[in-house]
Each structure stands twice: as C-alpha cells, then as structure tokens.
C-alpha cells in the first residue's frame, strides 16, 4: 500500500510538474508569438528613386536585396501627398480628414502651429503598447511640435529625432515666414537637446539610435517607427557618401538612405530576429520635383509631391519578413499606409473599439495569399477630394500642377484614366466610357456622407510668427 500511495504521489507531482511546463511554455509561446514591426519612412523619396524601381543611376544595393528577399508593392499609397497628413494617416489608419490633420490653407504643420495630433486618436504605438510591445520613434515627427503632441504623448516609450521638417529653420534668404522660425531642434523624449543640428551626420545618428532601440529590445515585441529626414530638401550627406553617386548630391543622400536601410536588416539577422520581425519600407509622399536636381523622380507617374497625381501619392514600398513573406515577387494588389496600420494591429492581436472607423484592413492576405483587400483610393488635396481610383479606374475632380503659384484647374466632366494600360495618366478616356464616371462619383458620395469632418488643426497658429495669411506647402 505504502508503495501504491508513492507512485500515486509521485505520479502527481509529475503530472504537475509537466502541466506547469506546458503552461509556462504557452505563456512563453505566446509572449514570443507577437511579430516586432519596423517601419522605415522616408521623406519625399519618388517611385522612381530606388534601383528595384527603375533608377539608372542612383545604387540602392540593400533595398534591391531587401526586396529581393520580400515584397515589392507596384501599387502603394499613402493618405496625402504632403507631410503631416500623411503622417497622421500611417499612424492612425485613418484618412487625415477624419482627425482634423489636414487643411487647404496651411496644408503641414510649421513652427508657428500650435497644434497637432489630436489625444483622442488611437495611435499605431498606443495600440501595439497596450499590447505589450516596447514603441519607438526615430527621426521626423512633424504631427505637433510642441510637448502635447510629441511622440511620448501618443504611445511611444522612446523619441529620438526633429520635430518638423529639416527646412524649417532660420533662412536670411527668405522674404517669408522662415524668417521667424528657431534654429532647427533635436528632440529626445519631450527635450530639445540640441539645436542648429549638423545635418550631414543626422541620417547616421539616427540609424545608431535605431540600433540601440532594436537590441536593447530584443527579447520583447517591440515597434520601431523609423522616419527619415530625407531626401527632403535641403540636402545633406555624411563625408562616406557625400560625392559618391552619379545622380549628384541627392544621389548620395538616398544611397546613405539605402546604407541605413542595410544596416537594420542586419542587426535584425544578427540577433536571429528575423522570422519574428516585418520590416516595412516606404515613403510619405511623392518627389519635390520643383526642387529640380535637388528633387527625385517619380518614374513613369505623373507629378510628385503636393498633387493627386500618381506620382505624389503612390510610393516604393517593400515589405520583409523571411521565413512568411515569400522573396523575390511583386504585388499589382492596391495597399496604403493606412491598411500598414491595420496590419500592425493584426499581428499583435489589438482589436479597436466596436464604433471606431479606420480606413485601412490587414495586409496580411497580400502578404501571405496574394489576394486582394480593397480597390478603392481617395485622393485629398487638403480638405477637399480631388480624385478617387476604384480598380483600374481613376476619376479627377480637380487637378493642381503645386508650388508654382498656378490654381487648381476643375474638370467637368471629370477626367478618366485606366491606370493599368495609362499609369502615367497621360489619356483622358472619360468620353470612351462615361457610365465609369456616375460609378467613381458614388464612391466620393458614400464616403462623403458618411461622417462629419472636425475643424482643422492645421489651422490653428500663432498669429504673432507668420505674415499674412496664405497657403503654405
């Protein structure tokens, strides 16, 4: 009996000890189960600026290698073709109408705004926290510049970068508001560490601190929000890649660009992150072609940054993943930034509220299926829809040809392009098919009838720093 009742009691304390090792290896499973997410953003980089994209001149080794080992996407957008809406709308996954992030007087934030994201959105960063991901901003945040509305304020555990664009600073040459503007800051947390910023090695400091971020990490989910200053003007280059590269000066800043890319996908390989890691790759908005041999190129789109033409709203996009995403292929499935967001959420199994609208939905069928989640882009220029594309189809309303002081041309009747035989829109052929048109009309309807806009935020400036009242950027 006393040896029945010791196989009995050992037979227990084994039974428990093995269902406390499956239980703690579920906790441990499921703690590793959440994918980190990295998202690289550029700052007014083209469609056309990358080798993997087309470039003849400009050497983009690691993004070719990224994409070779990932996916292209031919057809990606994002929510405006300027700054700060743009960025309201990868971070929120809502068109920038919807929080107030936009304006058709000052359409990006300034240093004389005294405004910027709003508290009551719901934040990529705010998400993946709640979920017990370590978040962390590098580099340009241009959704708020003062301490209410910097990164830490909306989710993020770590901010290291400038608050607004790299040309919003003191400028002796210039007749307009620059004139009041301080010297550019470097922000980390909610303090200015530094200010008038050497802005050859800015790209190399923050691809350190991205680093940093990455293996102090590591053993935690973690997103990383890595936002490039450039190749927004004015251009800078460190002395390694400064004079390098056939395109010129903004040659070499896009091939340190491509030299920071590489250095995160080799400190995610070298940690053995990446089967559990999405890198994300793109840009906020099309090139500032004005800017002329300072500017880039949208390839064989129409236009760049400031208009809704393609080549001011669709971007290089890559996405990597190795180990889920199969390498080496491209994607025709149309994707934004706002569906990045939704896809972000999915993977850390976040679920919004029941009554809160994003306009984005997982990528993660593309991804993983290549199958298609939505057809449909509207293109806002400020506050107001100025074209809308439902599959092949692209409608505008209104065209603006921006920053050469020309006013924006409507069309009535609005003008047709099939984007698969015209992506550089090139052939109206609104008069071949006008039963498109009432189609593309009633998409801009539904949507526009089916919330109320909140006053801009844009808008709200201090009156004592600007001069005159017109339509900045």
């Known amino acids: 009996m006393n040896h029945l009742f ?8 084994t039974l428990l000890l093995f269902g406390f090792l499956l239980y703690a290896g579920s906790l441990m499973a499921q703690s ?5 997410v990295i998202i690289i953003y550029c700052d007014d980089l083209g469609y056309g600026d990358l080798g993997v994209y087309g470039h003849p001149t400009i050497a983009t080794p690691n993004l070719d290698k990224m994409a070779q080992e990932g996916l292209k996407f031919n057809q990606f957008y994002v929510g405006a073709s300027v700054c700060t809406p743009s960025r309201a709308a990868l971070l929120t996954g809502r068109l920038p109408i919807r929080s107030g992030m936009v304006s058709s007087e000052i359409r990006v934030l300034f240093p004389f705004s005294k405004s910027g994201l709003p508290d009551t959105e719901i934040t990529m960063a705010e998400a993946l ?8 901003m590098v580099g340009k945040w241009h959704l708020g510049h003062l301490e209410p509305f910097l990164p830490l304020q909306h989710g993020f555990d770590e901010y290291f970068g400038v608050p607004y664009s790299n040309d919003m600073r003191p400028n002796p040459n210039s007749k307009g508001a620059s004139l009041h503007y301080p010297p550019l800051p470097l922000v980390e947390g909610n ?3 530094e200010t008038g910023i050497d802005q050859r090695i800015l790209t ?37 890649f400064e004079g390098k590269s056939r395109r010129g000066l903004y040659g070499d800043v896009v091939e340190e660009l491509d030299w920071s890319v590489g250095e995160v996908l080799n400190k995610v390989r070298e940690l053995g992150l990446e089967e559990n890691t999405l890198v994300f790759f793109t840009s906020d908005n099309g090139p500032w072609l004005v800017m002329k041999e300072e500017g880039g190129s949208a390839g064989l789109l129409r236009e760049g940054k400031g208009s809704t033409w393609e080549g001011g709203m669709r971007e290089p996009a890559i996405a990597w993943w190795p180990g889920t995403i199969e390498g080496g292929k491209s994607t025709q499935h149309i994707a934004t930034t706002m569906d990045l967001y939704a896809t972000a959420l999915d993977l850390a199994g976040y679920s919004l509220p029941d009554d809160w609208v994003i306009d ?3 990528m993660l069928p593309i991804m993983l299926e290549d199958k298609s989640i939505g057809d449909e882009v509207l293109y806002y220029w400020g506050a107001e829809i100025y074209a809308v594309r439902k599959g092949p189809w692209k409608m505008h309303y209104k065209t603006i040809t921006p920053y050469v002081g020309e006013a924006a ?3 009535d009747p609005p003008l047709l392009f099939n984007l698969e035989t015209d992506p550089s829109e090139l ?4 008069d071949k098919y006008p039963s498109v048109i009432p189609q593309l009309q009633h998409v801009v309807e539904e949507h526009r009838n089916s919330f109320s806009p909140p006053p801009s935020r844009l808008e709200i400036v201090d009156s004592d720093l600007i001069s005159g009242k017109k339509a900045y950027k």
């Open 6 to 13: 010791s196989f009995l009691f050992r037979s227990a304390n």
């Open 32 to 36: 590793g189960s959440k994918t980190n």
């Open 129 to 136: 926290r709640s979920q017990g991901y370590k978040t962390g």
């Open 191 to 193: 303090q200015t560490i």
């Open 204 to 240: 190399k400091r923050y691809t350190r601190r991205a680093l940093t971020f990455i293996e102090e990490n590591q053993d935690a989910p973690f997103f990383l929000y890595f936002a490039q200053s450039f190749p927004h003007i004015p251009l800078y280059a460190s002395e390694d």
């Open 360 to 362: 984005g939905h997982s």
């Open 409 to 411: 041309v409507a069309h």
């Open 427 to 430: 052939y109206n052929v609104a």
